[in-house]
């Protein structure tokens, strides 16, 4: 009986270290905008969970409820995410065989939280501070094939004026990049100083600050 929980101790380590070796990344993709996190590679029937750190240290907090079973990717929300907030992830397999049990560590792995995907709708605009043209992302939770959104992205001064108007009209889910040459409605380069970028669809607004050198 012995030799046997001992096979069975080896062999559930042995394939824990196989595991180890395939060093997977891991990946934040943000569905319906909300943060989640998985590793790449296949892991069906193991079993684990997944803690988050602030990125400038502290005590791992799990995300999960309670240990998952993995029907092939590994993966978990973190609906407490901070948008804008960097954070550090630690992935905990469990790997059985049998009657053992051998345990295998990923991370801890370095995110930044989008703050333009990590939400219902979101806006971003970069370089920024820029004198020049700028890109701008606008993003809308869900995936491309879903049914596409009707939205608005304009540029407005300090005082609420609308000065330049991006889109106006139907919005693809997920992430759209649009160009601006830096002009206002009327061809004219916008001055230096401070402007708000608002985008807003699905009944949802995020903005934008935006600084023009």
Do not use: K
Not at 7 to 23: D, I, P
Not at 57 to 75: A, K, M, N, R
Not at 121 to 129: L, S
Request: charged residues 20%; glycine residues 12%; contains cysteine.
């Amino acid at each position: 009986m012995r030799v046997r929980s001992l096979a069975l101790v080896l062999a559930a380590l042995a394939l824990g270290a196989t595991l180890a070796l395939a060093e997977p990344q891991m990946v934040v993709r943000y569905p319906n905008g909300v943060p989640q996190v998985s590793i790449t590679g296949e892991y069906p029937g193991v079993t684990y969970t997944v803690s988050r750190a602030p990125a400038r240290g502290g005590v791992f907090e799990p995300i999960t409820e309670d240990f998952i079973l993995c029907l092939g990717s590994c993966y978990a929300e973190d609906r407490s995410a901070v948008p804008g907030e960097s954070y550090r992830y630690r992935f905990d397999l469990v790997v059985l065989n049998g009657d053992a049990a051998g345990f295998v560590t990923y991370g801890p792995f370095l995110a930044t939280i989008s703050p333009a995907l990590a939400r219902p709708v979101g806006v971003f605009a970069f370089p920024n501070p820029g004198r020049g043209a700028m890109s701008v992302q606008l993003h809308v939770a869900g995936v491309p094939t879903d049914r596409a959104a009707q939205g608005e992205a304009a540029i407005y001064d300090l005082t609420g004026r609308r000065v330049r108007m991006l889109h106006r009209g139907a919005v693809a889910r997920g992430l759209t990049t649009l160009s601006w040459d830096g002009r206002d409605d009327r061809g004219e380069l916008l001055r230096g100083g401070v402007y708000l970028l608002r985008f807003t669809a699905d009944g949802h607004q995020a903005i934008a600050r935006i600084v023009r050198r």
